[in-house]
Structure formats: C-alpha cells, structure tokens
C-alpha cells in the first residue's frame, strides 16, 4: 500500500470523524422556552381591560338599547297597543305602590258628581278626605292598604310575564382575564420555540449536508491523484525515494499498512 493509498483512506476516517463531532454538537443546539411572567401578564390584561372599559360601555348600552327596542317594535306587531297598555298598567302601579290609603281620584269624583245630581249637601257623608270617606264607605282603611299593595303586586307581574324578553349584554364577556392572557402567551412561546427548534434543525442538516460534500470532495481528490500516481507504469513503492538504504518508503507503508502501523510487532 503507498503513501497515497494511506492518505485517501486518512482523508475519509478523519472527514467520518470531524463529520460525526459536528453532527454530535449540532445535535446538541435546542431552542430554549421563554416562561411567561405571569405578574406582568396580570398587570398587562388589566391596563389593557381599563383602557377599553368607556369604550366598550357605550358598545354596550347602544347594543342593548338597540335589543330592547327590536323587542318592543316586535311585541307591539303581535299585540297592537301593547305600550300604551304597559305604559297605563305601570302608572297605576306607582300610584296603588306610592299611596295605597288614597281613594282613587276617580272615585272621588264619581261620588262628588253623584251627590250633586241627587242634591244631597256634602257635609251628609262627611269631610273630604280619605279617611272619613273610606270610613263613610265602610271600608277597613288597613285592608284597603294591603289589597292596593297587592294589586300593585299584581300588576308588576302582569307586566313582567308580558314584556318581551331581552337578553342584555354583559362587559364581562369582552373583558380579557389574566388566566386567558396567561394561556396564550405560554402557547404563542412553545410555537416560537418550535418554529426556533425547527430552523435549528435545518441549519443543522444543512451544515451537516456540506460537512459529508467537502470531505467527499477530498476523497475524490485523493482517489484520483492515487490513480494519477499509479497509472506510471511503476509500482507506488517504485515511484517514491528509498527509505534508509534497506528499503523504499513504500516497502515501509506497506509495513506499516501489515501492522506496523498500529504497533511493531
């Protein structure tokens, strides 16, 4: 074996060895995850939310104002007259809940006007006010409270099973909470990492790629320079200088390439 054949074969174990370290190292790179600081994270949602709180109040109110609307408009095409009826219902039920001993004004005047009619004086029934004209009537001032507490009672939950339902909208479904800020910002930094790991392992096989070419390139070299030197007509041994006066340098290789190489024996 000559000295050319020794180098071509040293040129691919060290190419095969620096090869694999640098695969080894390259293999080594791994992309590092940012943890997310969850007391900035807190404190960045909530300045966030505080920013948008007027903004998103007014988006509220039109939305429910618009809602409510819609639901009336509708309620009054399925029973016409159905505002001005909620609108006389409500009144009434301010005026029993606001002075439930009053006897209704319009009482009052149908009485008066009944009097006058049949000519009787007014002092015959007493003075004109609602304590001795529910007297006069005999009714239990008490229990004419309570029954108009309890009309008025009535007429709220008329009015309640009747309106048109509305759904309002409620802020706390825009607002963002820590805890949703916290689980985006942990997935947005395992996808950088992936991403970041995945460039990694492409430059890694394209360091890797060019590694294997440069060192095939110089086994080719060497291969061919081999044959160059080996196409002379002469045996390798014959074309290099005597080693000493006992021997060629390619005696000695081939030594060398026997055993001699590893350790004399």
């Not at 505080?50 to 618009?66: A, W």
């Not at 099973?161 to 963002?176: C, D, G, W």
């Not at 790629?209 to 030197?229: C, R, T």
Request: proline content about 3%; overall charge neutral.
């Amino acid at each position: 074996m000559s000295w050319v054949n020794i180098g071509v074969a040293a040129v691919s174990v060290v190419g095969g060895v620096v090869q694999g370290q640098q695969a080894k190292k390259n293999a080594g790179k791994v992309a590092q995850y940012q943890n997310p600081n969850i007391a900035d994270i807190q404190n960045e949602t909530l300045n966030a939310n505080l920013s948008g709180e007027k903004s998103l109040e007014n988006l509220i109110s039109q939305g429910n104002t618009f809602a409510t609307n819609q639901a009336i408009n509708i309620q009054n095409k399925l029973t016409p007259g159905y505002q001005d009826l909620a609108k006389t219902l409500s009144g009434r039920a301010q005026t029993l809940a606001a002075h439930p001993y009053d006897v209704p004004q319009e009482v009052q005047d149908n009485l008066s006007r009944i009097a006058a009619e049949k000519g009787i004086a007014a002092g015959t029934r007493g003075q004109f006010n609602d304590f001795s004209l529910l007297r006069d009537l005999g009714v239990n001032e008490l229990q004419y409270g309570q029954t108009a507490i309890s009309q008025s009672q009535q007429i709220a939950a008329t009015l309640a099973a009747i309106a048109p339902k509305v759904n309002p909208m409620s802020p706390l479904s825009f607002y963002v909470t820590p805890s949703q800020a916290l689980a985006n910002a942990t997935n947005n930094n395992a996808q950088n990492q992936a991403i970041a790991q995945g460039s990694i392992n492409a430059q890694n096989a394209a360091s890797n790629a060019a590694n294997a070419d440069l060192f095939g390139s110089l086994s080719k070299i060497a291969g061919l320079y081999a044959g160059s030197m080996g196409g002379g007509g002469s045996s390798n041994t014959d074309a290099l200088a005597p080693y000493g006066g006992s021997g060629s340098i390619g005696a000695a290789a081939a030594g060398a390439a026997n055993g001699g190489l590893l350790g004399y024996t």
